[in-house]
């Protein structure tokens, strides 16, 4: 008589330990599912335009939650959402083309005067300092900060053009070699994906660069 009740207090057991594993799996997706959507995802570079920072094959993940919006200012003093700044490198999708991810640097913030005279950005008539920029042609340093628009095109001179409220000025790195506002205009606050973290994975030419695993982007 006490073998079919100990048999069923076992069942039960067996039945509650496998709702415990099934719930924990469907918590672990729904979580792993939440990061991806809302917290971070990974993106590859393809092209040169942030070079030397960011190389073809450089694989990144992107902080997607620190631009998230937020309602109130209960939500500004307790999440950790920061304010897009200069100098930023952020994924965003291309304003020609949303289906597409870009990245590029902020370079000028909604209000402000972007002006490129002889390579050299301006930002409100003052020069800006971008250790971070890459040439493929050297400046020459002994030319005036005049614009001369038929000198060079849009590689050379640029603006002045005033940043429209909602929008930023995006740049390349690599600014001989870069499709960036200065060829497609402003991009969009809504458009931000998020912003480059650090470089986790890296393959080029030569196999796996070792050395870029976990560079932080600056």
Same mark, same amino acid.
């Given at each position: 008589?006490?073998?079919?009740?100990?048999?069923?207090?076992?069942?039960?057991?067996?039945?509650?330990?496998?709702?415990?594993?099934?719930?924990?799996?469907?918590?672990?997706?729904?979580?792993?599912?939440?990061?991806?959507?809302?917290?971070?995802?990974?993106?590859?570079?393809?092209t040169g335009s942030m070079e030397?920072?960011?190389?073809?094959?450089?694989?990144?993940?992107?902080?997607?939650?620190?631009?998230?919006?937020?309602?109130?200012?209960v939500e500004q003093m307790l999440?950790?959402?920061?304010?897009?700044?200069?100098?930023?490198?952020?994924?965003?999708?291309?304003?020609?083309?949303?289906?597409?991810? !870009? =990245?590029?640097?902020?370079? *000028?913030?909604? +209000?402000?005067?972007?002006?490129?005279?002889?390579?050299? @950005?301006?930002?409100?008539?003052?020069?800006?300092?971008?250790?971070?920029?890459?040439?493929?042609?050297?400046?020459?340093?002994?030319?005036?900060?005049?614009?001369?628009?038929?000198?060079?095109?849009?590689?050379?001179?640029?603006?002045?053009?005033?940043?429209?409220?909602?929008?930023?000025?995006?740049?390349?790195?690599?600014?001989?070699?870069?499709?960036?506002?200065?060829?497609?205009?402003?991009?969009?606050?809504?458009?931000?994906?998020?912003?480059?973290? !650090? =470089?986790?994975?890296?393959? *080029?030419?030569? +196999?796996?660069?070792?050395?870029?695993?976990?560079?932080? @982007?600056h």
């Open positions: 008589m006490w073998k079919p009740a100990e048999k069923t207090v076992v069942d039960s057991y067996r039945k509650s330990t496998g709702r415990e594993y099934f719930e924990s799996i469907c918590i672990a997706v729904i979580l792993a599912l939440f990061v991806r959507t809302f917290v971070v995802q990974a993106f590859k570079i393809p030397n920072n960011l190389l073809i094959g450089d694989h990144l993940l992107v902080n997607k939650f620190v631009f998230a919006p937020t309602l109130s200012s999440l950790p959402i920061d304010p897009i700044r200069r100098g930023d490198i952020l994924v965003f999708k291309f304003p020609q083309d949303p289906n597409r991810d !870009f =990245v590029k640097r902020v370079i *000028g913030l909604p +209000g402000e005067t972007v002006e490129m005279r002889n390579k050299r @950005i301006f930002i409100n008539g003052t020069r800006i300092d971008e250790p971070y920029v890459h040439f493929l042609f050297p400046v020459d340093e002994s030319a005036p900060n005049t614009v001369d628009v038929s000198s060079g095109g849009l590689q050379l001179n640029y603006g002045p053009v005033v940043v429209p409220a909602g929008y930023y000025f995006m740049m390349g790195d690599n600014r001989d070699n870069s499709e960036d506002s200065r060829f497609w205009g402003f991009m969009p606050r809504s458009y931000v994906k998020g912003k480059a973290l !650090f =470089v986790y994975f890296s393959f *080029g030419e030569g +196999g796996v660069r070792w050395s870029r695993l976990l560079h932080q @982007i």
